[in-house]
């Protein structure tokens, strides 16, 4: 692979090879799981600021109505629904389409495992709902199976909020993270990398 793929609503990252400079003929290849940023402090929480860019959660409702006519409801899961604001605070900035990220949940009815070798990363997550509400799409195109970009902002504008739902398995008043993905994630061999994790 080595390239973002998207399966479901979920966006992975697939090593294809680890491969690299010859060390020696005992050298084997390995690979390690990263964060693919780190955030600095931010407000109001919960929220992340990647490199002048920030995604402020927001009206998380933890056992919201669940709407009518939903065909897709997994067995044993209720109904959580969130929204996202983006703020460019310095700097010029991509807002990827959310259709990338993902609610980790502790029994979530749906799982994710990208791996290399050597390592493995696995998370439960919650199943999106995508016809949950005012969530815009791109009508331009990403390249390959990467979602195409939402907006793009100057330093001082806004995004948002765009309105996203899951179904959740387990207690109404489980631990929630948040990932976000803030850029594509690069194609580092040896590195498998993690999102954004945002504490709810």
Known sequence: MGYPIVIGSVLLLGIASCSGPAVGTSARPSARVVPVATSAPCSPKPCALVNGLQVIVSDLE?????????????????YVRLRLSFVAVSGDH?????????????????????????????????????SCGATPRSSGSGGG?????LAQLKAGQRFGPLQ???????????????AWWP???PDTPGVLYRPVEIPL
């Open 183 to 185: 850029f594509n994630a």
């Open 164 to 178: 996203m739902c899951f179904w959740v398995r387990g207690a109404v008043n489980q631990n929630f993270t948040y």
């Open 145 to 149: 199976n990467v979602a195409p970009p």
């Open 94 to 130: 991509t807002v990827l389409d959310p259709g990338g990220f993902m609610l980790i949940d502790e029994d979530g009815p749906d799982s994710m495992t990208s791996s290399a070798p050597g390592v493995s990363l696995s998370h439960k997550y919650a199943h999106r709902d995508n």
């Open 62 to 78: 933890r056992d919201a109505a669940v709407p009518a006519g939903a065909t897709d409801r997994p067995p044993q899961s209720h």
